[in-house]
């Protein structure tokens, strides 16, 4: 089954804690992206990547980092989690650039304290 | 940066009415989307939108590109509770992959 897969789905943790998300794609895409879903304010790009070792920031990028080292899995990094980084997280991947054809994983709920 | 202004935020309406909502934008995109989102999942996608003036259907779900580029509407007709959930809309460029989301529409549906 063609799927994107995010761990974990719910995560409570400390301000400046370290953290990872990851995400896995089993469709062989080359594009994979992560958003983060507030409020109001819809969903808004974090990072993208292009393909391996190949990634560039999203509208929203300060206090994240990514890396991809495997076309599979593109790992979120929040170096030092503040508060308003709490939010709604999703991973998604495409078959190039077509947009249309993105699929979402089912999102990781993050709460920092 | 670029922004979607999506309407309405919120919708409650009675099973069998008809609904519309749309998106406006200063900037212009090559590309128009809308997804739903149900409780605890993803977004998946309904409609994709490629060219200006482009009408397309999905079951009971209709979508147009506006011909300025910088809109687009979905409809759906004879509204059923499992079309409860939040539906987003999203701008993209051929040129880049970025998509530019709309804050969404909440979509209540009475029985």
């Known amino acids: 089954e063609a799927q994107v897969t995010q761990n974990p789905r719910y995560l409570i943790t400390v301000t400046g804690k370290k953290l990872t998300v990851t995400c896995s794609q089993n469709m062989n895409h080359e594009y994979m992206s992560w958003y983060r879903q507030d409020p109001g304010l819809g969903l808004r790009q974090i990072y993208y990547s292009m393909n391996v070792e190949v990634t560039d920031k999203g509208d929203v990028p300060e206090g994240y980092k990514v890396s991809r080292k495997e076309k599979r899995n593109f790992p979120l990094i929040l170096e030092s989690p503040s508060p308003n980084q709490t939010s709604l997280y999703f991973c998604a991947s495409s078959l190039g650039l077509r947009q249309e054809t993105q699929y979402f994983g089912p999102g990781t709920r993050l709460l920092v304290l | 940066g670029q922004q979607l202004n999506q309407s309405p935020q919120s919708m409650f309406i009675q099973e069998g009415e008809d609904v519309s909502m749309n998106c406006t934008s200063s900037?212009?995109?090559?590309?128009w989307l809308w997804y739903k989102q149900d409780p605890g999942e993803g977004p998946v996608l309904l409609i994709a939108?490629?060219?200006?003036?482009e009408l397309t259907s999905n079951g009971r779900l209709t979508a147009q590109f506006g011909i300025t580029r910088k809109d687009s509407f979905l409809n759906i007709s004879a509204s059923i509770p499992s079309d409860v959930g939040i539906y987003f809309c999203?701008?993209?460029?051929?040129?880049?992959?970025?998509?530019?989301f709309g804050s969404g529409t909440r979509l209540l549906v009475r029985p």
């Open positions: 999203a701008g993209g460029m051929d040129s880049s992959y970025k998509l530019i």
């Open positions: 939108l490629y060219k200006a003036g």
């Open positions: 900037s212009i995109f090559n590309t």
